[in-house]
């Protein structure tokens, strides 16, 4: 433990926060070429949306899993 706390849930947060600002930005993405562009770009869009979207779950549940096993 550090003053700030336990070190792997600082770092179990920051890939949260880096996760979720990297879903945010492939929404973004995604909305700004809705109807601007073609089939297999818009779709690829989507797939990074939703790859985000997966990233993003997977560091939460990781960063709650942790406070639930470590109570800090």
Avoid: P, W
């Amino acid at each position: 433990m550090t003053e700030t706390g336990c070190e792997e849930k600082q770092r179990l947060l920051v890939t949260y926060d880096k996760a979720s600002s990297e879903l945010s930005d492939a929404v973004a993405a995604l909305r700004k070429h809705e109807g601007i562009t073609n089939k297999e770009q818009y779709e690829a869009l989507c797939r990074a949306s939703e790859d985000a979207h997966m990233r993003t779950e997977q560091a939460r549940l990781a960063f709650e899993r942790h406070n639930q096993d470590h109570n800090c």
